[in-house]
């Protein structure tokens, strides 16, 4: 089980290279944007080819540019330059995503989504209150629910209900540079996470030729990879790490 690549196909490489025998994969959002490999990431999901693959908020970008253009300069700069590079087949698949909802995998039955409630008070965190998880679950009484978008490794437990997400495979957020996931094996579940070689993807952040004019947003982006501060060293992020999240 794997979310949110944000373009970084070194992290999703190594994570197919650690579980290459693999039954089946689910794909919980958030592919391409807004990362510098995003061919790499598409032609990488293409060879696993999820059995479910839930549209993150992201998709929803490349689908729909005129969601980001009011946002800070630099970001736009970066998406328009990656949609413009994308090959041609990236529409497709992204379109081909489906939405949250109740789904049958490996003969039980779950609610998958990716996790975006649309409104930062309504994160699924790990200290979120039991309201936010229970929207999460979409008014259906599976048991599982997976979860995605808001790049922490945690499983979360309110009853008979179990919620999971699985991390971020290409932008951690609690200070460590890895690719987060889960497998479940023999009805059990287990959060794994797998290190890889960060300097491809700074090599193709470097051939992004627009951001030269945004020199300081390059800087924080190659910075927050690194350090594994996806989105900046602060809160909550910090005390997550502190927690001993991944």
């Known amino acids: 089980m794997i979310s949110d690549v944000h373009g970084n196909a070194e992290a999703l490489r190594a994570v197919m290279r650690a579980e290459q ?5 689910i794909f919980l959002g958030d592919a391409l944007l807004s ?14 080819n999820p059995s479910i693959a839930i549209r993150g908020n992201h998709d929803d970008d490349v689908l729909d540019p005129s969601t980001f253009r009011g946002w800070p300069a ?4 970066l998406n328009e330059w990656i949609l413009a590079d994308l090959d041609a087949s990236a529409i497709t698949r992204i379109e081909s995503f489906t939405d949250a909802g109740a789904y049958q995998f490996d003969g039980r039955s779950v609610y998958l989504h990716h996790g975006d409630l649309g409104s930062r008070d309504l994160a699924a965190v790990p200290d979120a209150e039991d309201h936010v998880f229970d929207l999460l679950g979409g008014g259906s009484d599976a048991n599982l629910v997976l979860f995605g978008h808001t790049h922490v490794q945690f499983t979360h437990q309110i009853g008979q209900r179990t919620f999971i997400n699985p991390g971020s495979v290409g932008q951690p957020r ?11 094996q023999d009805g059990a579940y287990e ?8 300097a491809p993807w700074i090599a193709a952040l470097d051939r992004i030729d627009v951001l030269n004019d945004f020199p300081d947003f390059k800087s924080w982006l190659s910075n927050g990879l690194l350090t594994g501060y996806g989105i900046g060293k602060r809160e909550p992020w910090t005390r997550y790490a502190d927690q001993g999240y991944a």
């Open 74 to 77: 630099e970001w736009v700069a």
């Open 191 to 198: 959060a794994r996470q797998v290190q890889y070689d960060p």
């Open 21 to 25: 025998d693999a039954d089946a994969s």
């Open 174 to 184: 609690c200070g460590v540079l890895h690719a987060c996931y889960g497998v479940f």
């Open 35 to 48: 990362g510098p490999q995003a061919n790499e990431t598409l032609e990488l999901l293409g060879q696993l």
